[in-house]
């Protein structure tokens, strides 16, 4: 069965103030803008592409932002992939989380290929994804 995918790009409505720190309210105020734009796409998987984003979130600011995203319910009612760098996976995992105790289909990956199997899966059970195994240079 086909799967509509949409990429969204967390530097598109993850703001920062001047020192990097997370402007959360005009976070908010984009992240709604961006729901009632996607809001009339149904039945579509998202990934939030957070790969590129500079900002310096605090795991408070995570779960924030995880629960405005459970608000907006009608947008992110499918599955979300969240994606990002394997140095940035513990509070990617943690965000994953607190949307997943808030009622929300969501992983955190480090591969875009994991997250697209994921998406385009129907798998039932919702469980955290791994954190990818480190490798260890020698000599």
């Known amino acids: 069965m086909p799967t509509n995918i949409k990429i969204i790009h967390a530097h598109d409505f993850i703001k920062v103030t001047a020192d990097g720190a997370l402007d959360f309210a005009e976070t908010k105020k984009v992240l709604l803008q961006v729901a009632a734009v996607a809001g009339n796409l ?3 998987e998202v990934i939030l ?5 500079h900002s310096a979130m605090s795991f408070t600011d995570l779960w924030y932002l995880a629960a405005e995203l459970s608000k907006l319910r009608t947008t992110f009612s499918c599955k979300t ?3 990002c760098p394997r140095e940035r996976f513990d509070h990617a995992g943690f965000f994953a989380l607190c949307g997943q ?3 929300l289909q969501v992983r955190a990956f480090t591969a875009y290929e994991d ?3 994921w998406l385009v899966t129907d798998a039932a059970p919702l469980e955290r ?4 195994p ?6």
């Open 129 to 132: 994804a791994e954190a990818p």
């Open 134 to 139: 480190i490798v260890e240079q020698t000599g």
């Open 115 to 117: 997250a697209i199997d």
């Open 42 to 44: 149904k039945d579509y």
């Open 81 to 83: 992939a969240v994606l």
């Open 101 to 103: 105790n808030l009622g």
């Open 49 to 53: 592409d957070a790969r590129k984003a």
